[in-house]
């Protein structure tokens, strides 16, 4: 709820693990701290100022680091903003703040979460556990390397992981893999799909790093016109996504604002032209700012989106009154927009920007209720069966997956969830329904034995 609180929860966590050498906390919100700003490094540096101290902000697209990581990392006054990032700078003295958004904050990020083996055993074992109980028969990592691929090539060999697997490449190690002739797919195991390619266009609106076609409701700290960026520009999108399109892999990116949307349907349009194919289903993700026009280029172009449609629940009323204003924000995660026009999409929750809660992820669409208990743009919202589908055989069809998953078919694997209610019930609370039992296989993984 504050600073104060922050630091305390990070020194209590640098206590409990004297062993460890980064100190590492995840989801502080700017916005919602009583001081409306994000932590610095003098507030980390009263953590420790032995240890790499890091706050990872809840978008999961900036982190604030202590002096000490700073200094790691070479990161003085004088260290330019990487392409695609910021290096935030005290404007009265120069010196950088601790904040580091987007490509800033990646190569100290990776290094903070390289768990130990014995630790990756135990997040795996955690993350099954919570899943299954969850009702998800088939999992996704949505930004893999080659290392955290292979762990989970293993893991599901072995049956750590006993549920299915749909893993995207980041797009530095596909472009690594395409250049020295190799191909992902020897990455796979009979239960890891190794699918679309992964590409990171902006970044989060609640970070004020997402891309916009016109500049943010509430400014904040940002200069008069400021609309966020682009993570790529958009000359190497394009030359990357046709590149990865023409090798025969599908292609997603990561698109919040409508502005970095526009730049990969660009992108996309030039690999069609470049290599034409049908039914590639490259996938816009998040497709917040999605734009009428914009929907219908991606049904004329074959191009599928997944909405964050929880992000109307957890940040809706801070897209209406501070990020986007009320009528943009009314209509972010047009899913109704888009069944309009036959246009086919998923939904997802994007652990851990929000917890994994299945019936969340089920609800939001329906409902569009913020967390203040408003309801943000009625006329987006689906009904019951069309959110379910967004979750099973539509999820299915998006990873070209659906003659095997999405729905309870002879010859299709036998994996399904057993609920208390039916959720097409309209006396049913969507968010009140429990999960019995949780079967990928035919087998049972949820309850435990």
Not at 79 to 86: H, K, L, S, Y
Not at 260 to 286: K, M, S, Y
Not at 340 to 356: A, C, K, S, W, Y
Request: aromatic content about 6%.
């Amino acid at each position: 709820h504050d600073v104060e609180e922050a630091v305390a929860a990070l020194t209590k966590a640098a206590e409990a693990q004297p062993d460890s050498e980064w100190v590492i906390g995840f989801g502080y919100d700017d916005t919602m701290l009583k001081e409306k700003r994000h932590l610095t490094r003098d507030d980390l540096d009263r953590v420790s100022t032995s240890r790499p101290v890091l706050a990872s902000h809840i978008s999961a697209h900036m982190v604030v680091a202590n002096s000490v990581a700073l200094e790691r990392y070479g990161i003085t006054a004088d260290t330019p903003d990487p392409e695609g990032g910021e290096i935030r700078k005290d404007p009265d003295t120069g010196e950088p703040t601790g904040l580091l958004l987007e490509t800033a904050s990646r190569p100290m990020m990776l290094e903070a979460i390289r768990f130990a083996p014995l630790d990756q055993l135990a997040v795996v074992r955690k993350a099954v556990t919570t899943y299954a109980a969850q009702g998800f028969t088939t999992v996704q990592n949505g930004l893999a390397d080659r290392e955290q691929l292979g762990g989970l090539g293993l893991a599901s060999k072995v049956g750590l992981i006993p549920l299915r697997i749909v893993a995207w490449p980041a797009d530095e190690l596909a472009l690594e893999v395409i250049d020295a002739g190799g191909t992902l797919h020897e990455l796979e195991t009979p239960r890891m799909h190794v699918t679309a390619v992964k590409f990171v266009g902006d970044g989060s609106i609640q970070g004020y790093t997402g891309y916009l076609r016109e500049p943010y409701h509430d400014l904040g700290e940002h200069p008069d016109g400021y609309r966020g960026y682009p993570n790529i520009d958009a000359a190497t999108l394009t030359k990357q996504v046709t590149k990865v399109h023409c090798a025969g892999y599908p292609v997603a990116v990561h698109g919040n604002g409508d502005a970095a949307i526009d730049q990969f349907l660009d992108a996309w349009e030039n690999a069609l032209g470049a290599c034409p194919r049908t039914d590639a289903r490259p996938i816009v993700v998040h497709a917040q700012m999605a734009q009428e026009d914009q929907l219908d280029r991606m049904l004329e172009l074959g191009v599928t989106p997944t909405f964050f449609s929880a992000h109307v629940y957890y940040w809706g009323d801070r897209h209406r009154d501070v990020f986007l204003g009320p009528e943009r924000a009314a209509r972010i995660s047009p899913a109704a927009s888009a069944i309009e026009r036959g246009l086919r999409f998923t939904t997802h929750l994007d652990t851990p920007v929000v917890p994994i809660d299945s019936r969340i992820q089920l609800w939001a669409p329906v409902a569009r209720e913020t967390s203040g208990g408003d309801v943000l743009g009625p006329e987006q919202r689906l009904t019951r069966e069309q959110s379910l589908r967004a979750m099973t055989i539509d999820a299915a069809w998006q990873s070209h997956l659906e003659h095997e998953l999405g729905s309870i078919e002879v010859g299709k694997l036998a994996d399904f969830v057993v609920l208390s209610d039916n959720p097409l019930e309209e006396s049913v609370d969507l968010r009140s329904i429990e999960i019995e039992r949780t079967v990928v296989g035919g087998v049972t993984v949820y309850p435990p034995d």
